[in-house]
């Protein structure tokens, strides 16, 4: 059974950058799309990026969209968000999680990780 | 954006209940549509994927029904193990969108 474990959040002043991680085990990484969910303290679920198993189709929500870099190392099995000019608004836990058909550019997400909390501020 | 409007936000309901929840899309998403389980300090839970069918792993009380633009949650008998909030997500275009959520409370 699959496993993710994102890794790499934390405090940062508005204006700055961090790197998220997702390391990913247990299942055929390589031919998954990835995909980042966020979600603020007390509010729901938002879709932030999706990358295609060959890293050929790549997407962003147009909140973090020039702000925000979504790759992948099917070598090292990660995932990993770049995130630079953070905002505010940007405070959130911040999933990976899997789209549950292989090769499938979109679907549902059947495996998530635990979440890493990034929070901006000054 | 195609929005997902779930209703109620809210719900409180006593265990062995029928629970509803109710998720409608701004356009048509055919049965793109996955409801996700997630409770306090935990990752969300894929219950049912494409509108109707159940994840391998969840319980048989959970379901879901629909397409088009309305769609349909429903918890057979209420468990205590149920106690959540519930989203539901439309894949159908970019960007995939998630209803508000349903916080579900015991009586």
């Known amino acids: 059974e699959g496993h993710l474990v994102e890794s790499g959040g934390g405090l940062v002043k508005p204006g700055g950058s961090l790197r998220l991680s997702c390391a990913a085990s247990g299942f055929n990484f390589r031919t998954y799309t990835m995909n980042w969910v966020r979600q603020a303290p007390g509010k729901g679920l938002e879709w932030v990026s999706s990358?295609?198993?060959?890293?050929?189709?790549?997407s962003y929500a147009d909140s973090v969209k020039g702000r925000f870099t979504i790759s992948r190392d099917n070598a090292k099995n990660s995932l990993y968000l770049q995130m630079d000019s953070l905002r505010a608004e940007d405070t959130a836990v911040y999933y990976c999680?899997?789209?549950?058909?292989?090769?499938?550019?979109?679907?549902?997400?059947?495996?998530w990780g635990q979440g890493t909390l990034v929070t901006v501020s000054s | 954006d195609i929005q997902m409007t779930q209703s109620p936000s809210s719900l409180s309901a006593s265990v062995g209940d029928r629970v509803t929840i109710t998720c409608q899309a701004s356009q048509d998403i055919s049965y793109y549509l996955n409801w996700y389980q997630q409770k306090p300090g935990k990752a969300p839970k894929l219950l049912i994927y494409d509108a109707s069918n159940l994840e391998t792993g969840a319980p048989s009380r959970f379901s879901g029904s629909g397409s088009g633009t309305d769609f349909t949650f429903t918890i057979s008998s209420l468990q205590p193990e149920d106690i959540a909030t519930y989203y539901c997500q439309q894949y159908e275009n970019l960007p995939y969108t998630f209803g508000q959520g349903t916080k579900l409370e015991i009586k």
């Open positions: 999680a899997r789209v549950g058909v292989p090769l499938a550019v979109a679907g549902n997400f059947d495996f």
């Open positions: 990358i295609s198993a060959t890293s050929r189709d790549i």
